[in-house]
């Protein structure tokens, strides 16, 4: 009996096994099969994926276009800005008219078209190399029709207060306000349609050169010399008084001591430090050439040169250690001339400027030639009568 109780003990222990084995395996192989058929879909959607990458490749187009033409040619705005100086056609302007902000041009309501970035960016870099007051004046870009400068001219009154004493009031500070306005510079150069349909002319060159010899020119007359009715207020044209009365609202001179010419290195000395010391850090003597030719030789009392020549390539002359910039608006030596100014004219004059520059063009006015009307506005003036000194030729 023993032997068949042991019996079916050790049958009931391996019937009750079985079960849990064939449980095991057949989960063991479902989650094999799980793992390969996960393999299998993420291979797939790897090479979905990868189809989709090449197919977008394959046809996609740039959402802005590039702004320099490559080995395929010319940039779009380029075209549609070339085919419209040439012939007219605005459609490709229109066409790019959602791409305003990559290709700075949009279209105004009076048919007037803002310059493409190539050709504007030619014509401010004319501006800057040019000779005038604009390369050492303040520059900024405004948007509306005017600029304001602030001008604090007064100084807080003080007082050393005591322990038994009261606090008496001080005087309050004077602020000006110089309103700057914008006025409208243009140019109307031409050209015959003939010569516009002949691909081998470069337009946007020719555009950009002419445009930009006449706004240098006129602008550089205007800060100088402009009398502030639709143009720029030159700095010459402000009121003039001997340094020694010096008051807020005129320009201070110093005499030469001879009438129209030179009376020694003196009076140069004397403009220097006739500019208060804050100023004279950045300060720079502005001229133009025939009056640079007379003090080039000019000698302090022990025989040495006054002017000196740029260091290296690019680097202005210097005057008694100070740059010089040659402006030919400036008059030239006479009796009574204000041949030289010295200051920090980045302190003392302000130029305000919007920074778009249109074209438009006139196929209709001047048949068989096109006209193009490039306008711009710029303004300026003296901010601080402070910061520019003058040389006055005259005995007094």
Known sequence: M????????????????????????????????????????????????????????????????????????????????????????????????????????????????????????????????????????????????????????????????????????????????????????????????????????????WLAGRIADKFARAEAAAFVMGNGVDKPTGFLTKPTVDNDVWTWGNLGYVPTGADGDFNGADAVIDLVYALGAQYRANASFVMNSKTAGSLRKMKDADGRFLWSDGLAAGEPARLLGYPVLIAEDMPDMASGSLSVAFGDFGAGYTVAERPDLRVLRDPFSAKPHVLFYATKRVGGDVSDYAAIKLLKFATS
């Open 2 to 205: 023993s032997e068949t109780g042991n019996s079916g003990a050790g049958k009931g222990v391996s019937d009750g096994h079985a079960p849990v084995a064939e449980v095991k395996s057949a989960v063991a192989g479902f989650v094999d099969e799980l793992k390969g058929f996960q393999a299998r879909i993420e291979e797939r959607l790897k090479q979905q994926e990868e189809k989709m990458t090449m197919i977008e490749r394959k046809s996609f187009v740039p959402a802005r276009p590039v702004l320099a033409g490559g080995n395929d040619g010319p940039a779009p705005h380029q075209k549609a800005f070339n085919a419209y100086l040439r012939s007219g056609d605005d459609d490709g302007l229109r066409g790019l008219e959602l791409e305003g902000k990559a290709l700075g041009t949009t279209i105004a309501g009076d048919g007037g078209y803002l310059v493409d970035p190539q050709t504007a960016g030619a014509i401010k870099s004319v501006l800057s190399s040019t000779a005038s007051i604009r390369a050492i004046a303040n520059v900024v870009a405004v948007e509306a029709t005017s600029f304001d400068v602030l001008i604090d001219h007064g100084d807080v009154g003080h007082g050393w207060a005591t322990e038994t004493a009261g606090v008496t009031e001080t005087a309050t500070p004077g602020i000006d306000r110089i309103t700057i306005p914008l006025h409208e510079l243009s140019a109307l150069p031409k050209a015959s349609q003939r010569l516009l349909d002949d691909s081998a002319f470069d337009i946007e060159g």
